[in-house]
């Protein structure tokens, strides 16, 4: 079965340039998560879905970036205008009861995209 | 305090030893707690989930739980050079619907043949 699926797996864009990540979840699972990780700062949990509805935002840092989930398989992040110190690579996850998934509670990562903002 | 604390490492243990790994957090909430390895340039691989106080073992991996004292251990069995990557340990202080995922710093565990 597919996993998490990203895309691009890697963008080097210049500063100012607006970056959009992309993101299909797992088939039958209904929540998805946007996570960062820098060497500086570890995995940070930028914002997640459940059922296409976002519940938490406070790890949003700060207004250049939004994300959105169009549909119940699919999600945007998007950084705009981006910046050097947004350089990372940004990870989405899923979860749900079915699959692999003994729990709700369990997510499952993409394989993610590194980011490079010159 | 941070909410999820780990020994940075790295963590180093020769072939065929006892790894063990731990985290404490800080939220009593919490109700919910996994283990997750990343190697290198590699995304988070669940490898255990642990809801209740005591010890779930899965092969060569057993997670031990304590709320009473917010303790949560990794315990690897018969390690291998495989093995060596970077464990995070992630507490979900809400249920289900609601969730709030913390991930610790993680630690570098070093397998050496």
């Known amino acids: 079965d597919a996993g998490v699926i990203q895309s691009p797996r890697h963008e080097v864009t210049e500063m100012g340039q607006e970056v959009t990540l992309r993101c299909k979840l797992i088939?039958?699972?209904?929540?998805l998560f946007w996570y960062r990780q820098t060497m500086m700062r570890g995995l940070e949990l930028l914002i997640y879905?459940?059922?296409?509805?976002?519940?938490?935002d406070s790890g949003m840092p700060e207004d250049r970036f939004s994300a959105k989930m169009p549909n119940a398989s699919f999600s945007t992040l998007k950084i705009q205008p981006s910046e050097p110190r947004d350089s990372a690579v940004y990870f989405c996850?899923?979860?749900?009861?079915?699959?692999?998934?003994?729990?709700?509670?369990?997510?499952?990562f993409g394989p993610g995209t590194r980011l490079t903002v010159l | 305090q941070k909410e999820v604390e780990q020994n940075s490492g790295p963590l180093s243990v020769p072939e065929g030893a006892i790894a063990s790994l731990n985290c404490t957090y800080s939220?009593?909430?919490?109700?919910?707690f996994f283990w997750y390895r990343q190697y290198s340039g590699k995304s988070p691989e669940l490898i255990m989930s642990i809801y209740s106080n005591g010890d779930k073992e899965d092969g060569r991996f057993t997670a031990q739980l304590n709320k009473a004292s917010q303790y949560v251990s990794l315990l690897i069995r018969d390690s291998q050079p495989s093995d060596s990557a970077t464990y995070l340990c992630?507490?979900?202080?809400?249920?289900?619907?609601?969730?709030?995922?913390?991930f610790g710093p993680g630690t570098r565990l070093s397998v050496l043949p």
């Open positions: 939220d009593r909430g919490s109700q919910s």
């Open positions: 879905f459940n059922n296409n509805v976002p519940i938490d």
């Open positions: 992630a507490v979900n202080r809400r249920e289900n619907y609601g969730q709030n995922f913390v």
């Open positions: 996850a899923s979860s749900g009861t079915s699959g692999r998934s003994s729990s709700y509670n369990e997510q499952f």
């Open positions: 088939s039958g699972h209904n929540s």
